[in-house]
């Protein structure tokens, strides 16, 4: 036999309760051998922008396989589960969710989804599903068995991807010489990755030793513009690319959402030249 697909999940679930353990076990039971990748189970929960962020940001790195991304406050309603297949350079992989955005940035980048399904739990011998734990009745058994082999088209109905959600996700804009962004993820240091891609900063003419004005709200900070944390002192705010290749705001050994009180979703605008308040 084949060996089985590796899966990599992801959830708003959490480790202080069993959900994630019931899952995998659910998965293990299907496929005993499958090698079962945590992406994260700390997405704030119910929201979808960061667990798809997160699968965006992950994506690249993860094994071709099946990726489960469950963040699902609309569990029990009307909203769609889904399996799809997507092809590219790096091979077939395999996306099982709901059907509120949270795959989608992911799956974009891995070229798109060709092939498309509503699972339909029925067809792997369950008469009822919870109606608050598709994670274990759905998605779980779907995921282990597309990775022991089980086809897409056996797991449900063929839908058109055209017709499946997307995720819109906010762009920086560039007005008057000054790039107007939003936070879009604060990691557990504190630093603060921004929609604002790094190449867009060469549009200010901005480099690596000058420095940036940034409006956060009322209020104003200038960041040196570096390449790492130790290019500054102990204590002293930065900004720089990040590790996804966006404008990002930190303090060195410190939390820089702590400190200019930074939060997802937050508006900021970035020059090299002094702002206006917005």
Known sequence: MAEPLP???LTDYGLQDEFVAVCKGVMLQIVADARVLDVTHDIEPGNIRAGALA???AIQYLPVGVHLGVVDPGVGTDRRAIALRSVDESGTRYFVG??????????????????????????????????????????????GALAGGVSL????TPVSPSELVPLILPLSRLVEETIHGMIFWVDRFGN???????EDLAVLG???GMELLVQMGEARQRFPFVETFGDIEKGQPLAYVDSSGQLAFA????NAAEEFALQEGAAVAVASAPLRLL
Request: with cysteine.
């Open 7 to 9: 899966i990599s999940f």
């Open 192 to 198: 603060a990755q921004t929609n604002i891609p790094g």
């Open 251 to 254: 303090v060195h050994r410190g």
């Open 98 to 143: 709901p059907d509120n955005g949270v795959l989608s940035p992911a799956l974009a980048i891995c070229g798109g989804a060709c092939e498309a399904v509503l699972l339909d739990p029925s067809r792997w011998g369950v008469e009822r599903t919870s109606t608050t734990f598709h994670g274990r009745d759905v998605f779980a058994p779907a995921a």
């Open 153 to 156: 088209a056996e797991l449900g």
């Open 206 to 208: 901005v480099e690596v």
């Open 55 to 57: 699968y965006l940001r």
